[in-house]
């Protein structure tokens, strides 16, 4: 198979902190997570044909960026405005290939980071929402 079709992937928050996940309404782009991983050098001066030599270091959770079709009376819109204020960290999914026998769901606590709107004369509205990973991301099976 050549690549399976994105649409439907669903984007959600934690609710009530206790694993009532509910899906943000309009959400036209999700990327992310984007996990990465610390190079710490150990080159020394006997280090082999003088090539730079690396252990693996910390890993890091990433991002997950997602943009919506901004509508300032949709409850899940407002509701990432008091996820950007609260102090504490929320738990969200992305939903992937949601109802498919292949569903998968990337768990992640997170904080969001960025949350910048855009209202541009010929185009629609929109919100764009950057989520910090915090701890270990995880792709669970789900379908």
């Not at 209202?119 to 991301?137: L, Y």
Request: aromatic share 8%; charged share 30%.
């Amino acid at each position: 198979m050549a690549g399976l079709d994105a649409f439907g992937t669903q984007f959600k928050r934690d609710s009530t902190g206790a694993g009532a996940f509910v899906a943000i309404a309009n959400v036209s782009d999700i990327s992310g997570p984007e996990r990465s991983r610390e190079a710490i050098e150990v080159t020394a001066h006997d280090s082999p044909d003088e090539y730079r030599e690396f252990v693996k270091g910390l890993k890091d959770g990433g991002e997950v960026t997602i943009t919506i079709n901004y509508d300032p009376g949709d409850t899940s819109h407002s509701a990432l405005d008091g996820d950007f204020e609260e102090k504490d960290l929320r738990a969200y999914q992305v939903v992937i290939l949601p109802g498919d026998p292949d569903e998968h769901t990337w768990d992640f606590t997170a904080l969001i980071t960025d949350l910048g709107d855009a209202f541009p004369i010929d185009d629609k509205m929109e919100r764009e929402a950057t989520f910090k990973i915090s701890g270990k991301p995880t792709l669970n099976p789900t379908g």
